[in-house]
């Protein structure tokens, strides 16, 4: 079910990564596919006074660009049980909470069968609720912090709540006409929003090495964008970046979790899905893969298949089925 825009409750189901992404409210959102296989996502939202709640759903490993398009704070719950995520530098493991503000960008790197819940807060009503709270002190000053950790039970506890808030308004969507009851449940999200505050740690200081390698790995990325009409090469990449060949292969590896050759014809295959998946382009899959650097286009469409299960010509059909 698809919910018309700016409704305060929504669903969306999507069999591809990037109109996935596009479907989650308030966000700006690029994803790049990781993980071989044939993608399925799910969210779903509701949207409060000032507050937006949502449940994220995908089936593959994913590299996400994201930033909130309003003046708020986004609190990530992840409540799978496939592992830890990483969002920049930093790996969020058991009972740790990502925090981050609008209209910054970030990125993450999430592992297959992945769900986590997210808590978009606009900053006035945030600041209005913390300060009668916690009179005494700012306690925005405590969300500077990137991560908050929880022990494991309140952590279960917080992602318990958000999944029967979603839940209940999925069943009975009626809820969000009475003001009182959109008040109460407001009010119970800013309360848990206040648990994580209180709560809030220090987390460990980031190694400088790691944050190296996720500079270096971002950096890369964004000179294949600007380069993207060309096969980029490993040399080329050491060269440019003043770096070994070595240095590079480890940083792929701790940050991504493959080596840089393989990372860059997988941001290359996503590159021409999303120039076939856009219904304003109106482009051959010749001129896709011509545009992306690759010249071989029986190896091609090969790659292709073996990392989103379908053949090009099939990704043009879904995107001509949207458009009508």
Same mark, same amino acid.
């Given at each position: ?39 399925? !996502? /799910?969210?779903?939202? %509701?949207?409060?006074? #000032?507050?937006?709640? @949502?449940?994220?759903? =995908?089936?593959?490993?994913? $590299? ?28 969020? !493991? /058991?009972?740790?909470? %990502?925090?981050?503000? #609008?209209?910054?960008? @970030?990125?993450?790197? =999430?592992?297959?069968?992945? $769900? ?209």
């Amino acid at each position: 079910m698809r919910a018309p825009s700016g409704s305060p409750r929504y669903c969306y189901v999507s069999d591809d990564p990037n109109t996935h992404a596009n479907n989650l409210q308030g966000w700006s959102q690029l994803y790049d596919q990781l993980s071989v296989g044939s993608f399925q !996502g /799910e969210i779903t939202g %509701a949207c409060f006074s #000032g507050i937006h709640l @949502f449940r994220e759903t =995908t089936s593959l490993s994913l $590299r996400q660009s994201c930033v909130v398009l309003s003046h708020s704070w986004w609190f990530g719950i992840p409540a799978s049980e496939t592992g830890s995520f990483r969002i920049d530098a930093r790996r969020i !493991g /058991e009972g740790a909470i %990502a925090i981050r503000r #609008g209209n910054r960008p @970030f990125e993450l790197i =999430t592992p297959t069968g992945f $769900r986590i819940f997210g808590l978009v807060v606009h900053h006035k009503t945030l600041a209005a609720h913390l300060r009668s709270v916690f009179p005494e002190e700012d306690a925005l000053v405590r969300l500077s912090l990137d991560t908050s950790q929880s022990n494991l039970h309140s952590h279960g506890a917080l992602s318990e709540f958000f999944g029967e808030v979603l839940d209940e308004v999925g069943r009975r969507p009626e809820i969000l006409e009475s003001a009182k009851a959109c008040q109460a449940i407001q009010n119970s999200l800013l309360d848990a929003v206040t648990e994580i505050c209180a709560s809030s740690q220090q987390a460990r200081e980031i190694p400088r090495s790691e944050v190296q390698y996720a500079q270096l790995v971002r950096k890369v990325r964004q000179f294949l964008m600007d380069n993207s009409d060309r096969a980029i090469s490993v040399p080329e990449l050491c060269t440019a970046f003043q770096v070994s060949r070595r240095t590079l292969q480890y940083a792929f590896d701790r940050v991504i979790g493959m080596g840089p050759n393989a990372y860059l014809k997988i941001l290359r295959l996503n590159g021409v899905r999303r120039d076939l998946m856009r219904r304003d382009k109106n482009i051959s899959i010749q001129q896709a893969a011509s545009d992306w650097g690759f010249w071989h286009l029986s190896q091609f469409a090969k790659d292709y298949r073996t990392l989103f299960r379908e053949l090009p010509s099939a990704t043009m059909k879904r995107a001509e089925r949207f458009s009508c």
